[in-house]
């Protein structure tokens, strides 16, 4: 396996873990999934609709976020929106987000000479 083959396999690793946290964080008001696909690529996170599809029946499956078709306009959509549930996984995931980035900042800081003190809290497990 060649170099590219397996920066492009870290990278997509890499990103998969932050499809969901996005995705969470952009649906407070109704979107369809077109929509999501252009606002996340418009952040800078391109996300293909075969990804994000299967990503938003699972989230649905697990209780986070609700759908429903609006049909009055000239071409059916299914808009999703979060659910009180997802609402509370997000800002878990958001404020796991936060404290991971962090560290890894200061992990990949080149001024890091030492360990930092211990953050207050634990790092939940995820």
Same mark, same amino acid.
């Given at each position: 396996?060649?170099?590219?083959? +397996?920066?492009?396999?870290?990278?997509?690793? $890499?990103?998969?873990? *932050?499809?969901? !946290?996005?995705? =969470?964080? #952009?649906?407070? /008001?109704?979107?369809?999934?077109?929509?999501? +696909?252009?606002?996340?690529?418009?952040?800078? $996170?391109?996300?293909? *609709?075969?990804? !994000?599809?299967? =990503?938003? #029946?699972?989230? /649905?499956?697990?209780?986070?976020?609700?759908?429903?078709?609006?049909?009055?306009?000239?071409?059916?959509?299914?808009?999703?929106?979060?659910?009180?549930?997802?609402?509370?996984?997000? /800002?878990?995931?958001?404020?796991?987000?936060?404290?991971?980035?962090?560290?890894?900042?200061?992990?990949?800081?080149?001024?890091?000479?030492?360990?930092?003190?211990?953050?207050?809290?634990?790092?939940?497990?995820?």
């Amino acid at each position: 396996m060649g170099k590219e083959e +397996v920066l492009s396999g870290l990278l997509m690793e $890499l990103r998969r873990g *932050t499809i969901v !946290l996005s995705v =969470l964080s #952009r649906l407070k /008001e109704p979107k369809y999934g077109y929509s999501l +696909v252009t606002q996340l690529t418009e952040y800078g $996170l391109p996300v293909e *609709t075969n990804t !994000l599809y299967p =990503l938003l #029946r699972r989230l /649905e499956g697990q209780g986070l976020l609700t759908s429903e078709w609006n049909t009055e306009e000239s071409k059916p959509r299914k808009y999703y929106c979060i659910t009180p549930e997802g609402r509370e996984i997000y /800002e878990r995931l958001k404020k796991q987000w936060q404290q991971t980035a962090a560290s890894m900042d200061r992990i990949l800081s080149e001024d890091a000479k030492a360990l930092p003190e211990k953050e207050e809290g634990p790092t939940e497990q995820l």
